[in-house]
């Protein structure tokens, strides 16, 4: 992910999406964008062309709130069930979700925003925990079903239609009982029982207090050391762990008394790297011309675009979903290459959750929903996934690496895998062991089943990814001027400092071109891909000057003895754009 937030998605011209949480897993609700009360009704949300009639989905019942409208306590969504439309002749459902909006109104039913369950999903959850700053107001709920739907002879041109009805309470949220001590609760995740992340980040919710009581106030510690002030933010860190048991504690107290709520979990080491198993391909930095490795990336495409003549490549990225066995086998067996006898192959996964992704219906439970958490910036389709529930996202996991081993493919490039960057990112606060916990298991996973592992962005975490993996796809390093550990050199975040090559943490992708090892005695393979959207390197032959001349991008990127094989693409990567740099 980079500044510019380009990111390899290509799902374009989607209709608006609402998709939301269940209980427990993703069925028959997945996860949910806020929905407008103006916009609830019978009516559809969002429809198909409207040449076809998809009248999307269909219910049953009365929507009424379950449960005590106090503050600390929870109430639920009930009454009403949903079921897909029957859809014309070719038509396919792709997924089908329910989605849950909740809104604090006032006590005239006007004046509504956001509610205080202030979760990684307020908009989401099926369940809502009445908060403090709800009290005296009347909630109001939006139930939204959402079908995605595909037209025929079409294998991405997902269409959403959704369907929505509100109801508001008839009373107001009633006060949190006077005389009783306040509670408190963890929030948005914990880590599991064992987990070889060497660092965590707690949120706490909002005491559920008694105005009458007096303030309530909270306090932390970890471990057995000092109680500290909770921080506004309601996040307070560990600190690096040391592996062993560990326990956090929660104090929230007024004048009715005091609760305490703690957890406990045990560090373990950082799984070591498993070899790939079997005979397993690996990209070299060099190709036989001496030049990095040529690639094309066709994510955004149904069917892959072979690339001929002067343009033929020796690596084609692709998406692991939509690209057939058949497919695979043809790139690998009849294709032109560059340098290689055939095309090697290499199977694109996004990590988070997308609504229009086969392991997403209700069937599979493949994500369980507290696993789901805020919306990828921009693609109101994918949701960011909590890395720290492996075990719960292990299945998932499995299926999807064991899909591209089935389909053929030689390497796998893991994307949103930077969800600390900031830990903010995701509702989760996670920390890099977090990501390092997930990602080890991840391309171990990979290893085991037959393929090599290429590390995605995230240059912070270069020198621990390489590693894991035998190779790494990057965006925009060039626009960003964020390529090489020397541009990396001194700077410092979430407690890394980069340093140069031959440093202890250097960061950037020619940490991966000079990774010599036996396998791949010239280095480890690099492609940078940017972007005609950024507006910024220009196509060959346009008439630029400076950094954004193609040349320029080529000799920058490219040439250097430590480059990597460079292209310029369109950010939807459906092949209608691919300027490879090539030395000439």
């Not at 299945?395 to 053929?408: Q, W």
Request: proline letters at 7%; glycine letters at 8%; aromatic letters at 10%.
């Amino acid at each position: 992910m980079t500044s510019a937030a380009m990111s390899s998605r290509t799902r374009a011209g989607l209709a608006a999406v609402a998709v939301a949480l269940a209980a427990g897993t993703v069925a028959p609700a997945a996860l949910a964008a806020p929905v407008s009360p103006s916009s609830a009704g019978n009516a559809p949300a969002s429809t198909a062309p409207a040449a076809v009639s998809v009248t999307g989905p269909a219910r049953q019942g009365t929507l009424r709130l379950s449960g005590p409208l106090r503050d600390g306590f929870t109430v639920a969504a009930a009454g009403l069930s949903w079921h897909p439309s029957a859809l014309p002749a070719g038509w396919k459902l792709v997924s089908f979700e329910v989605a849950y909006a909740w809104q604090s109104c006032s006590a005239a039913g006007t004046g509504c925003k956001a509610g205080a369950d202030t979760t990684a999903m307020p908009y989401a959850a099926r369940c809502y925990l009445v908060g403090h700053s709800d009290a005296g107001r009347r909630l109001r709920l939006t139930e939204t079903a959402t079908e995605v739907v595909l037209p025929p002879g079409s294998a991405n041109d997902f269409t959403d239609v959704s369907r929505s009805v509100s109801v508001l309470s008839a009373v107001a949220v009633g006060a949190y009982p006077a005389g009783k001590a306040p509670a408190s609760a963890f929030v948005n995740g914990t880590p599991e029982p064992d987990t070889a992340s060497y660092e965590e980040n707690f949120q706490v919710a909002a005491p559920h207090a008694n105005p009458a009581d007096g303030p309530a106030v909270q306090r932390y510690r970890v471990d057995s050391g000092s109680w500290h002030p909770l921080p506004p933010s309601r996040v307070f860190a560990t600190g690096t762990l040391a592996p062993g048991a560990h326990q956090v504690a929660v104090r929230t107290a007024d004048r009715a008394g005091a609760t305490t709520i703690r957890f406990s979990w045990r560090v373990t080491p950082m799984p070591a790297a498993v070899a790939c198993r079997g005979d397993c391909w690996y990209p070299q930095h060099l190709a036989a011309d001496g030049q990095p490795m040529s690639w094309d990336w066709q994510i955004g495409r149904v069917t892959p675009l072979e690339r001929t003549g002067a343009a033929a490549v020796d690596l084609y990225d692709l998406d692991g979903f939509l690209t057939t066995r058949a497919e695979v086998t043809a790139v690998k067996t009849t294709w032109q290459a560059g340098t290689l006898p055939h095309p090697k192959a290499a199977c694109y996964l996004d990590l988070a959750w997308e609504d229009y992704r086969p392991d997403a219906t209700p069937d599979g439970g493949a994500f369980p929903a507290a696993t789901l958490g805020l919306v990828y910036y921009g693609y109101p389709e994918e949701r960011w996934v909590d890395f720290r529930q492996l075990d719960q996202l292990k299945p998932m996991l499995d299926a999807r690496i064991a899909m591209c081993a089935r389909k053929g493919f030689d390497a796998v490039e893991l994307d949103d895998i930077d969800g600390f960057d900031p830990p903010s990112t995701t509702g989760f606060q996670l920390t890099p062991g977090d990501v390092e916990n997930f990602l080890a298991y991840a391309f171990n996973q990979v290893h085991r089943d037959g393929m090599t592992a290429l590390w995605k962005n995230s240059p912070l975490l270069s020198s621990w990814g390489r590693q894991y993996t035998e190779g790494a796809v990057v965006e925009e390093c060039y626009v960003s001027q964020a390529c090489t550990a020397a541009q990396f050199q001194g700077s410092t975040q979430y407690g890394f400092t980069c340093n140069g090559l031959k440093g202890t943490t250097p960061c950037g992708w020619d940490d991966f071109t000079t990774d010599k090892t036996a396998r791949q005695p010239a280095g480890k393979w690099v492609g940078d891909a940017e972007y005609t959207d950024d507006d910024y390197v220009c196509a060959p032959g346009q008439q630029c000057t400076g950094a954004r001349a193609f040349a320029a991008f080529c000799r920058a990127v490219q040439q250097p003895a430590n480059g990597f094989a460079a292209v310029l693409f369109d950010v939807d990567l459906d092949g209608a754009t691919f300027d490879a740099c090539r030395r000439t």
